[in-house]
């Protein structure tokens, strides 16, 4: 069955410090999402991305966060300048289309870590 | 008023017997619903979705959806202590946004 694929599993970083998270879509799918999950709380919307370029965006998601398809298969999210409260899980989602029918299939997760 | 709510549990269910999850959304012009399972530092794995008012069923999980009351249920259905997990309500379409919310999650622990 097709993953979404996301790198590293786990990253340790120092407040201050860029991260970029990693995710393989499903390969037919045209939407895709990132979430995030602090510890012990509901998983989160941060931005969803179609047609290369943002559709939404949560308020969550600010000037310190960026996302990019940057060859037809990988998408990224960026964090600059991190913070000790961006510490969460980090999870992709892809979609195949809109509409009721289409499920949403998520990555492993990244579990970010800042020091 | 929450999007999307959930009883965070915890709920414990003997084995064999039928789990039941609640779930109720504010947005009556949402589109479809989500149920998906979560262990702990794993992420959400999804179990079924509807969109259609009544009963969906796939082998011993059945979602239920009630559009005029706003509300979606999961039964669990011969409970296994593998079901032991953080259940998750998602809707999408809550203001005609394409994303998914997610509700708090229920903890179910199924006791042997």
């Known amino acids: 069955e097709p993953e979404v694929t996301q790198t590293p599993s786990h990253q340790v970083t120092q407040m201050g410090q860029e991260v970029i998270l990693r995710c393989v879509p499903i390969?037919?799918?045209?939407?895709f999402y990132w979430y995030r999950q602090i510890l012990g709380q509901k998983v989160e919307f941060l931005v969803s991305f179609y047609n290369n370029e943002i559709s939404e965006k949560s308020e969550i998601f600010d000037d310190q966060f960026s996302v990019e398809r940057p060859d037809g298969s990988n998408f990224t999210l960026k964090i600059r300048s991190t913070k000790l409260e961006d510490s969460a899980m980090y999870f992709c989602?892809?979609?195949?289309?809109?509409?009721?029918?289409?499920?949403?299939?998520f990555g492993s997760g990244t579990r970010l870590t800042v020091v | 008023q929450k999007e999307v709510e959930q009883n965070s549990g915890p709920l414990s269910v003997p084995e064999g017997a039928i789990a039941s999850l609640n779930c109720t959304y504010s947005?009556?012009?949402?589109?479809?619903f989500f149920w998906y399972r979560q262990y702990s530092g794993k992420s959400p794995e999804l179990i079924m979705f509807i969109y259609s008012n009544g009963d969906k069923e796939d082998g011993r999980f059945t979602a239920q959806l009630n559009k005029a009351s706003q509300y979606v249920s999961l039964l669990i259905r011969d409970s296994q202590p593998s079901d032991s997990a953080t259940y998750l309500c998602?809707?999408?379409?809550?203001?005609?946004?394409?994303?998914?919310?997610f509700g708090q999650g229920t903890r179910l622990t199924i006791n042997p």
């Open positions: 390969s037919n799918h045209l939407y």
């Open positions: 989602a892809s979609r195949q289309g809109t509409g009721g029918a289409y499920g949403y299939t």
């Open positions: 947005d009556r012009g949402s589109q479809s």
């Open positions: 998602a809707v999408n379409g809550i203001q005609g946004a394409q994303k998914l919310v």
